[in-house]
Every structure is written in structure tokens, then in C-alpha cells.
């Protein structure tokens, strides 16, 4: 089951997205809050370099989400019982979101805490 064109394997990785939407719930959630984080720079008018750093942070999370969801499904087809390290991957893998999720939580405070506090002022 090799693939020999680039096209072929661009075409299985962009499926993969949605796939992962359709049957992923914290995927989705990240996808929305994504969405939700782009209208809101697009509103509060983010600066080229604040674009850069959001753009990183949606992502690694997304990313990141994939990688766990990865690593679940190998470890739910290696180790389908009950095992120590089938759930020190799986709690591991999941630890690595919430890290990467935290980083870009408070990435997003940082960068939207002033456009929102210039927003507020300039409606007074
Ligand atoms: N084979 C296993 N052996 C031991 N513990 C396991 C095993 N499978 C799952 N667990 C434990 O149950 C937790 C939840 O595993 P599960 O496969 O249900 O992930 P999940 O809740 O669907 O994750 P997500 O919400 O990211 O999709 C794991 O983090 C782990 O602590």
C-alpha cells in the first residue's frame, strides 16, 4: 500500500482532517476554538507578527491532538487489555496536548489581552 506521488499522499493527509473532525470530539472543540481565536484577530485587527505566533499555537494544538489520536488507535491495536504502559502512552500522549494547549492558552491572553483592553477604551 505505497504511495508514489506526492498528490496521493497530500490528498490522504488532508482526508485525515477531515476525518478527525467528523469523529473526533476534543478535535472539533480545538477546530472551533481555532475559529472562534481567527474572527476575533480579524476583528481586534492582530499584527503580522501576533498572526504569526496564533498561527503557530492553533498549530502545534491541532497537531498535536492528531499525534495523540495516533498514538491511541496503535495503542488501542498493540494493547487492546488492560497494561501499564499502553496507559502510561496513552496518558503521556494526552499530557503532551494539555502542555502545548496551556502554552497557547496563555499565548492567546497575552496577545488578545491588549487588543481587547484597546478595543474597550476606544468604545468609551
Ligand atoms: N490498554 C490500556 N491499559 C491501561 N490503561 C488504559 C488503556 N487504554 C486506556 N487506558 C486509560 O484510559 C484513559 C482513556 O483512554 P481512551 O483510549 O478512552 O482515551 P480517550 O479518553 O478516548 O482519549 P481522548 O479523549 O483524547 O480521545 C487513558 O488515558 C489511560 O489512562
Do not use: Y
Not at 105 to 122: D, K, Y
Amino acid at each position: 500500500m505505497k504511495n508514489d506521488s506526492f498528490l496521493a499522499s497530500l490528498k490522504i493527509a488532508i482526508r485525515s482532517l477531515f476525518e478527525a473532525a467528523a469523529t473526533e470530539r476534543n478535535f472539533r472543540i480545538q477546530l472551533a476554538i481555532a475559529v472562534a481565536v481567527i474572527v476575533a484577530g480579524l476583528i481586534l485587527g492582530l499584527t503580522t507578527i501576533e498572526w504569526i505566533v496564533i498561527a503557530i499555537c492553533i498549530g502545534g494544538v491541532l497537531s498535536a491532538e492528531l499525534i495523540n489520536t495516533a498514538i491511541e488507535s496503535v495503542v488501542d491495536l498493540l494493547q487492546p487489555e488492560i497494561d501499564e504502559r499502553a496507559r502510561r502512552a496513552k496518558d503521556f500522549a494526552a499530557g503532551s496536548v494539555l502542555v502545548v494547549s496551556i502554552t497557547a492558552a496563555v499565548v492567546g491572553l497575552l496577545v488578545f489581552s491588549r487588543h481587547l483592553h484597546e478595543w474597550l477604551e476606544s468604545g468609551i
